[in-house]
């Protein structure tokens, strides 16, 4: 094996050096002592499922065209998948040289591309997803006893305790080692990728918990010295696609403020603002279906509401007798959300669609459906709301954001009009931003542990100097720094650099997704 790329989702300096302090991650360490380390910046938005496909094409999301768990038609959404992806990958491009791939459990690679070698897709495919070639799947659990992409309990299933639950997640990273050593001993590639995507859930499910994240990262640590052994690859990258750390201060609800500043309208129940926990559940349950549909959920709870009942204040009146957690697990997801105000796209002149997406969308004439910003309006009203949203201070009289920008600044290619209108960076990302409806503009953070815009980069190996003078990596520069490092030139398209770590090889022109030359 040439090269070997390992993900470790969340990965960052603050947690290794914590780890460290324990022992708990051996072979990460020596790698590190052994090659260079630095930190790696992420990208804005710093989230998994726009963030890896930046890193495995070395471009920005207006090129590769994914900003975050699902991609927008208008108002409606579905499901980000690698049909979204419209940059070449890493393993595409190292194709075209005649370089073969294993890929184990990467973001947002379902389904799988055709090139030579082995893709198990990760993170956002179904459950025992079509695998590249085809019956690989089937093959493995044969080979290694099973193989899932998620645990088999749902996050809010609180009839398993939290240590069934690290155990689920510790075999979870034992299926990606032992899926990846099977492979890579079979298809013999050249480059290898495995990603581990639980050393960053852990910290939203366990709010960071100091002894569940030892047990994580201890397990996946040791995942990697198996491979590093098994394997023997020439050189080693070791990426995370941003880092993680507590959020201390607020919640800032962007659609509450859009809509006491007259910008934004809302509608009760429908299909409402993207959520990840019915499209979770339902790609868990092996569902490839790319949208969610409230269906009988959103027809059970309006009939429900229509004769009086309100399904959420039902809930609130269960929790007082201990009986909400059963209701729960009895009823669809969705039931309470369909009933829920929800964004009224149509009637709105701005929203924010999903928090992950960290910015505002105008309502634009002829490029949304029902736009109702007029094309000669829309400077205007954009430098209105960045001017208004510049000025929100917190309740303890900070500023909410640390940059309000043009798209513009972040995104650029042929699908940089998918982007928000409107970027808003958080102070110290530790202002958590939030697209819900739910009455104030500000509360304590939903999610008390998210991400950081500082990963880490690990390399080791031949051909690597472990000295070398590395300043401001950026994830954009992971794929050509790989391929400099196989010894092929990188895409002229890409937007990330040669890390000088390795000896350049220079760019080239490579066939794009519909297999034109692009200039």
């Not at 496909?53 to 108002?75: A, R």
């Not at 979870?172 to 990846?180: E, I, K, N, S």
Request: glycine fraction near 8%; aromatic fraction near 10%.
């Amino acid at each position: 094996m040439k090269a070997l790329i390992i993900g470790v989702d969340a990965g960052c300096r603050p947690v290794f050096d914590d780890l460290r302090e324990t022992n708990s991650i051996p072979n990460i360490s020596a790698l590190a002592a052994e090659g260079l380390s630095t930190e790696l910046e992420s990208q804005i938005p710093p989230w998994t499922p726009s963030a890896w496909p930046s890193i495995y094409t070395g471009s920005n999301p207006g090129k590769h065209g994914v900003y975050g768990f699902v991609t927008f038609d208008g108002y409606d959404w579905e499901v980000s998948t690698a049909d979204h992806v419209r940059a070449r990958t890493l393993w595409e491009l190292l194709d075209d040289h005649g370089r073969s791939s294993v890929v184990v459990n990467a973001p947002v690679t379902y389904p799988p591309a055709d090139i030579d070698g082995a893709i198990v897709p990760g993170f956002m495919a179904p459950e025992e997803p079509r695998c590249l070639p085809e019956g690989l799947f089937e093959e493995l659990v044969d080979e290694i006893g099973e193989y899932r992409v998620y645990p088999r309990y749902s996050r809010d299933d609180e009839r398993r305790s939290d240590e069934e639950k690290i155990d689920e997640y510790r075999r979870l990273a034992r299926m990606r080692g032992d899926a990846f050593r099977y492979l890579a001993d079979r298809f013999d590639p050249d480059l290898g990728f495995v990603q581990f995507q639980k050393t960053d859930t852990v910290f939203h499910e366990f709010e960071g918990d100091p002894e569940h994240v030892r047990r994580i990262y201890e397990e996946t640590d040791e995942q990697i010295g198996a491979i590093l052994d098994a394997c023997d690859p020439d050189c080693v990258f070791l990426v995370s696609d941003h880092g993680i750390g507590q959020y201390e201060n607020f919640e800032f609800r962007v659609n509450e403020f859009l809509r006491d500043r007259g910008f934004l309208n809302v509608s009760e129940g429908g299909k409402g603002m993207p959520s990840w926990n019915p499209i979770r559940n339902q790609l868990r349950d092996g569902d490839a279906d790319r949208s969610w549909d409230p269906g009988l959920a959103g027809r059970l709870a309006r009939g429900v509401s229509r004769v009086g009942i309100d399904p959420r204040a039902l809930l609130d009146r269960l929790e007082h007798v201990g009986m909400a957690d059963a209701v729960r697990r009895h009823v669809p997801d969705g039931v309470v959300r369909a009933t829920s105000k929800q964004v009224d796209f149509e009637a709105s002149t701005a929203y924010m669609r999903a928090r992950t997406e960290l910015g505002v969308r105008i309502n634009l004439e002829g490029r949304e459906p029902d736009g109702v910003v007029a094309r000669e309006e829309y400077e205007a009203v954009r430098t209105e709301l960045m001017d208004q949203l510049n000025d929100v201070q917190t309740p303890d009289g900070k500023p909410v954001f640390e940059e309000v920008a043009p798209r513009e600044r972040y995104f650029s290619g042929p699908f940089a009009e998918d982007a928000v209108d409107i970027v808003t960076v958080p102070r110290d990302f530790s202002e958590f931003l939030s697209a819900q409806l739910l009455g104030d503009q500000f509360g304590p953070p939903t999610d008390p542990w998210n991400h950081k815009l500082e990963g880490v980069l690990i390399a080791a190996g031949d051909g690597v100097a472990p000295d070398a003078a590395v300043n401001n990596a950026h994830i954009f520069d992971v794929a050509p720094t790989v391929m400099a490092a196989m010894g092929v030139p990188y895409s002229d398209r890409m937007d990330g650099t040669v890390l000088p770590m390795v000896s350049d090889t220079g760019t080239a022109p490579y066939p794009a997704v519909d297999g034109t030359t692009l200039p």
